[in-house]
């Protein structure tokens, strides 16, 4: 453990050293004889997003002769972060890059290897043309600044099986914590079988997994609070002990089902489970049955009773774009004029949506015209859009591994399996976040 410890300090500082010596001099692009500025942008590991790209440069480079925009892949070997990482910690950093989320852009701005992006003049103007001040406004990291400009917002709702809802006598999808366990009691009456969440995952520690079960439920029951400020855990006790209450509750009427199971939801043997909007591709072609408002029906998070049952707020499983600290000045202007152009027309916008099915991070997603046409066409899709302005990204902090890694060990996996009260859970996972923040 010590070992690896200090592998990860000297990676550190080994990023930190490489980015302020290659401010000048990175391979991100450069500056020809003939005046032109070459950048490169390392586009996510998807086949989808990098036709999508190399489409976007071809048609800046019509408008603006003087930038070239070079696109490529990141390496996936053995993980697009460890390839960043390794890129920047070699002097070979890209320009620029997407599929960042904050968490990771937390460790790389922590390692001086990002440009502020509300430095770069046309930050404003992009976050004007582009209708999402109130969408990046939860992006802010703990130091003032902005260094991932958000590409899609995927606000993560609940799936219910209204099919088997109204065949117990449960006509509405319950919003809070009581019609929550309302329903559990009449399935659990005629299907004693089922299960309200089967989810393996429920009782795994891995770090990521808290994005899909504790952050959504303690983003609506803390109407948006932080969990976690720069090195300060600031999280809403009172929310935080209701999820972990409302989870210990749900495991004492038997409602949950941690052991792995092969397609829980699809199968009717869970009726409640974490969704998002890439879902509905998949069953198209294996799940044909799963219709919208038939089969299932799309909800945000419920909430404690007695909260605000609109406007919740839930997790969102986003990630953007960030300017790396070895582009020179010309390199970071003209990034940000890419971004600039691609950002200024909802119509590119609709291209990415129409070929990832990933929501664009703007404000206005949901009223937009331009965006009426696909939404009429995919309207299990709406809500997801209706949802993007009350979505919390992940925490903004370097050790984020770490730290979600602790709310699992600590809390949601004994609650779930009735080894502790939530009180406790509660109370040895906010000792353990706080002693992490301090090393």
Known sequence: MKMKKAASLFLTATIATSALAGCSTGNGGSKSADGKT???????????????????????????????????????????????????????????????????????????????????????????????????????????????????????????????????GVNEIPKTYSEVLDAVKKLKAKHPDKYLWAKGDLADPTAWKRWFDFFMLYDAASGGNNFIEGDKFVAEDEAGLNVLKFMGDLQKEDALLTKQATDPFESGLGIFTDLGPWTFSYWEEKFPEMKYNETFGLALPPVPDGADTENVNTFADTKGIVIYASATEEERKAAMEFMNFV???????????????????????????????????????????????????SIDNAKYNELQTHIGRYAVNPVVKGEVDPEKGWKEMKKAIKEELKK
């Open 343 to 393: 950002y200024s027309n909802p119509e590119n916008d609709l291209k990415w949506l129409e070929t990832t099915k990933l929501p664009p991070a703007r404000d206005d997603l949901s009223s937009n015209d331009s965006f009426k046409a696909f939404f009429d066409k995919n309207p299990e899709l709406k809500p997801y859009a209706d949802a993007v302005p009350n979505a919390i990204p």
């Open 38 to 168: 070459t950048i490169e942008f390392w586009a996510a590991p998807n086949p989808t997003q990098q036709v999508y790209w190399k489409e976007m440069a071809e048609e800046f480079e019509k408008e603006n002769p003087k930038i070239d925009v070079k696109v490529s892949p990141i390496k996936e070997s053995p993980t697009s972060e460890a390839s960043i990482q390794s890129a920047i910690a070699g002097k070979s950093a890209p320009t620029m890059s997407e599929n960042i989320n904050r968490g990771f852009a937390a460790q790389l701005a922590e390692s001086k290897a990002l440009v502020p992006l509300n430095e770069v003049e046309g930050w404003d103007e992009l976050l004007k043309n582009r209708n999402m001040t109130d969408t990046v406004k939860t992006w802010k990291f703990a130091d003032d600044n902005q260094y991932v400009m958000p590409i899609y917002s995927n606000p993560m709702l609940f799936g219910w099986r209204i099919d088997i809802l109204k065949e117990v």
